[in-house]
């Protein structure tokens, strides 16, 4: 089997990456919706790759890693591997997990990630009222992960939040930064009691903070609020889209306070993980398959975790369908540090219309079921897919 072409077109408003190959089959993967720029980055993959056997991921990762980087330019990468699984999959007719070593858990459990209510406000009776949606929810999370502080627009709504000025024209990808000023660390502490008060002591509790906080103030923060017993708080130093890890700084952090440090959604090969882990610069690492270099990369870097007893919960947020056959996928395979992953959703109802693979429920009691579909489990429906193509991807499924 030889791969003949490379090809990628926004549908709706994610990228979707098709490789094509002389015995008929395809793969598909889908990348984050935030990231429509990288369609010219992926398709300059295809010299690399057409001719290659699509069933020798490691070989053909080899002719392409270097293309990429930490986020948002390791998608490019990332997609492709994940394409390339999927074909694999389906070749030898079966599951991706089968091909990484096998299922080591019948379900896996999610976080609410991409299931969200918008937030009304930033006091502590609007994130009592905002967490209540999400543990009334049909899913049935039972972790449930909330912005705060630089992580969300209360860096912006409130009045003297830092010492600076929040950004003029903020988009994805550009950080707010600065120390907090005293009443802006007493909001968030009395924020995260309500939201524990809400929850009760039976399901946990994620904070999403940055990043964009000092590192006294992380210090001050964690300590802070320790007695509400958060699973996490992540990207609080950097994350997201920094282009860096800022690993000692997380040490620091990490033996600071007992409540545990998470990052590591933005880094790019396992290379890059390989001191934060070592080190046990966090307690929790937050890859996602889209941006550390796919599938097998987040499987190495998880099994190197767990040698130095530091978990993971996976990122994904805004991977979309084909992207939760993925997350579903490896995260089947992953040692007994893994914790949950961020569980994303389509961002048009009429995605589920389009695949085929999901179940009618696809989270109940918080878990989704491991996918045994051939491949990431989850397929395009072409016939169905082409009426969301823009007109000049109008050949994408030809």
Not at 4 to 28: F, H, Q
Not at 180 to 201: E, F, K, N, Q, Y
Request: with cysteine.
């Amino acid at each position: 089997m030889r791969i003949t072409d490379l090809r990628c077109a926004l549908i709706g408003d994610s990228p979707v990456v098709r490789i094509l190959t002389d015995a008929g089959i395809d793969g598909y993967s889908q990348v984050e919706t935030w990231k429509p720029f990288l369609v010219p980055n992926i398709l300059g993959l295809r010299e690399l790759l057409v001719g290659c056997d699509p069933t020798d991921v490691e070989r053909c990762m080899t002719r392409i890693r270097h293309r990429g980087g930490f986020k948002p330019w390791g998608a490019a990468v990332s997609s492709v591997e994940i394409a390339l699984w999927d074909i694999a999959g389906k070749a030898s007719g079966l599951p991706v997990h089968k091909l990484m070593g096998g299922k080591v858990r019948d379900r896996i459990r999610v976080y609410n990630g991409a299931r969200r209510e918008p937030m009304e406000g930033w006091t502590p009776e609007h994130y009592a009222k905002n967490t209540r949606a999400m543990l009334e929810a049909d899913e049935g999370f039972t972790i449930v992960k909330q912005p705060i502080g630089f992580h969300s627009d209360m860096c912006r709504d409130v009045e003297d939040f830092f010492y600076g000025d929040p950004l003029p024209d903020w988009q994805q990808g550009l950080h707010d930064r600065g120390l907090l000023t005293p009443p802006a660390m007493d909001l968030m502490i009395d924020c995260v009691a309500a939201m524990r008060d809400v929850l009760g002591s039976s399901v946990g509790l994620a904070l999403d903070c940055g990043p964009g906080w000092s590192l006294p103030d992380a210090i001050r923060f964690a300590d802070a609020v320790a007695p509400y017993q958060p699973i996490w708080l992540e990207d609080l130093l950097t994350g997201d889209y920094s282009p860096h890890d800022a690993t000692e700084q997380y040490r620091d952090l990490t033996l600071a306070t007992k409540t545990p440090i998470h990052t590591g959604e933005q880094i790019y090969l396992r290379q890059n993980f390989r001191r934060m882990i070592e080190t046990r610069a966090v307690n929790v690492i937050g890859p996602d398959p889209g941006d550390i270099g796919g599938l097998s990369e987040l499987k190495w870097v998880a099994e190197l975790a767990d040698l130095h007893g530091v978990l993971i919960a996976p990122h994904g947020t805004a991977n979309g369908v084909l992207g939760l056959g993925a997350l579903i996928q490896v995260s089947a395979t992953l040692p007994r540090n893994f914790i949950a992953f961020e569980y994303p959703v389509a961002t048009q109802p009429w995605w589920y219309d389009i695949v085929e693979g999901l179940p009618e429920r696809i989270v109940v009691d918080g878990h989704v079921p491991v996918l045994d579909r051939p491949g990431i489990g989850i397929d395009l429906i072409p016939q169905a897919a082409k009426a969301y193509l823009r007109p000049t991807d109008s050949g994408f499924f030809d």
